[in-house]
């Protein structure tokens, strides 16, 4: 898929953290071919939440950047809430996970899992965080 280079600019990165730790479960899984996927559904507590899934069918629509050999997919809808967004991958005293900053999120929810965009299209669904 070719890219105008406004699109190019705005794509979404894995920091290297984020490959490692997508190289490792690959790896341990024995998923050779796949790539993250991150991709945006409504629900979340805060309007819409995030989702990761390792996959190996990319679409001739989605959106690919690869750190190191890794492989990121994000699809035709959800780039237009993820531009310039990054994922990490973050050790913490209690949890290790998976992390999207995203400069397109308005608000997030406690447990940084779902957020409300800057376009103001979302819909709340408050279940709650966990």
Known sequence: MTLPEETITQSVTLTQPAADAVRDVITSKNLQGYGLRLFIS???????QYG????????????????DGIKLIVDEVSIKYLQGASVDY??????????????NAE?????GQSFNSTDGDSANSCAGCG
Do not use: M, Q
């Open 107 to 111: 608000s997030t929810c406690g447990c």
């Open 42 to 48: 409504g629900g979340g507590c805060s309007g819409y």
């Open 52 to 67: 990761l899934a390792l996959e190996s069918n990319i679409r001739a629509e989605d959106l690919v950047t690869e750190t």
């Open 90 to 103: 973050v050790e913490g005293l209690t949890a290790n996970g998976f992390k999207v900053i995203n400069p």
